[in-house]
């Protein structure tokens, strides 16, 4: 183990293209304040199974408990439950209860609310930043930049290209290739075709958010923006080591646990390590490590997939 480094703004470069402002600061995450700690969110992007993505809610949800807390104090752990699916065709409300607000410590408590019943709720625990004597932190991988790698879009082609890629990855892919996410991401050990047949429950890649979050910007901001990231394609590393006997039509949320440890920029590249440890019982348990490039541990996350829609194995021929 190592210990960590002093926090720093620039994590080794790695900005995004252009000037343009990040759609998930100007729109996904930009609440539409009703009431004192009452909030409305829009929808940006809409999953191929028709439900509300959940990093969306996670982010909106604590953008909306930050609003609720001082500058001076920062989140470190978001603890949230998914109860209902959420329909994207009609906005969220986020209620905040301040449950608790210490001198060193502060706990809010969010709702999120469609046709009147409750679909999210969290606690986001807040703490004034304190110098602390005792520091020690696992090391990063040593892994490829993100200016080796393929993007998403240009890995996608390459399997698209292929011609003896099975039917059923390619609607898959081309389901993939078609959705408009904020978000940009490089696979650190992308999988060939022979490799799909046998894979481990994990998975790296470098990720940000598309388009810049402009000046030195609210920490709070880029932890909100973590939140929304940490949710895409994390779950998916539980069913990686099946995919080849079961057709998944969709999974769903359980829970989804977050501690925030170190200053980032959600607009600089991170590396996501992700592992699913155990799956059984139809969940899975997903736990990951976002790095900063300079090494440094910015975030962890726990979560839980359940309610997992299969179509039954290929049965075996028999031998006769």
Same mark, same amino acid.
């Given at each position: 183990m190592s210990s960590p480094q002093a926090p720093e703004d620039g994590q080794g470069g790695g900005d995004s $293209?252009?000037?343009?402002?990040?759609?998930? %600061?100007?729109? %996904?995450?930009?609440?539409?304040?009703?009431?004192?700690?009452?909030?409305?969110? *829009?929808?940006?992007?809409?999953?191929?199974?028709? *439900?509300?993505?959940?990093?969306?809610?996670?982010?909106?949800?604590l953008v909306a408990a930050a609003k609720s807390v001082s500058e001076d104090i920062q989140v470190h752990s978001l603890h949230c439950y998914f109860v209902r699916a959420g329909d $994207?065709? %009609?906005?969220?409300?986020?209620? @905040?209860?301040?449950? *608790?607000?210490?001198?060193?410590?502060s706990v809010r408590s969010v709702k999120a609310v469609q046709h009147g *019943? $409750?679909?999210?709720?969290?606690?986001?625990?807040?703490?004034?930043?304190?110098?602390? $004597?005792?520091?020690?932190?696992?090391?990063?991988?040593? @892994?490829?930049?993100?200016?080796?790698?393929?993007?998403?879009?240009?890995?996608?082609?390459q399997y698209l290209r292929d011609p003896n890629l099975q039917e059923k990855y390619r609607v898959g892919l081309n389901r993939i290739a078609a959705q408009d996410v904020p978000i940009e991401i490089k696979l650190v050990n992308p999988s060939s075709l022979s490799q799909?047949?046998? #894979?481990?429950?994990?998975? #790296?890649?470098?990720?940000?958010?598309?388009g810049r979050m402009g000046g030195e910007g609210d920490i709070k901001m880029h932890c909100c923006v973590a939140a929304y990231i940490s949710d895409y394609a994390f779950l998916s590393t539980a069913l990686l080591p099946h995919h080849c006997q079961h057709k998944v039509?969709?999974?769903?949320?359980?829970?989804?646990? #977050?501690?925030?440890?170190?200053?980032?920029?959600?607009?600089?590249?991170?590396?996501?390590?992700?592992?699913?440890?155990?799956?059984?019982g139809s969940r899975g348990l997903v736990r990951g490590q976002l790095w900063r490039r300079d090494g440094v541990l910015a975030v962890s996350t726990w979560s839980r997939a359940s309610d997992w829609r299969l179509s039954r194995p290929r049965r075996q021929e028999s031998r006769t």
């Open positions: $293209p252009g000037d343009l402002r990040s759609v998930l %600061v100007t729109s %996904v995450l930009n609440l539409e304040p009703l009431d004192e700690d009452l909030f409305r969110g *829009r929808h940006y992007w809409i999953p191929t199974t028709k *439900r509300l993505f959940g990093g969306q809610i996670v982010g909106q949800a $994207p065709k %009609v906005p969220v409300l986020y209620q @905040v209860e301040r449950t *608790r607000t210490g001198a060193s410590f *019943r $409750p679909i999210f709720i969290c606690q986001a625990s807040f703490q004034k930043t304190q110098p602390s $004597p005792l520091q020690h932190q696992f090391s990063m991988p040593s @892994v490829p930049p993100p200016e080796e790698l393929l993007d998403y879009e240009t890995l996608i082609d799909l047949q046998n #894979m481990e429950p994990k998975q #790296m890649f470098w990720g940000l958010c598309m039509h969709f999974m769903v949320s359980l829970d989804h646990s #977050m501690w925030f440890h170190a200053p980032f920029r959600a607009d600089h590249w991170m590396l996501y390590e992700c592992e699913s440890p155990w799956a059984g």
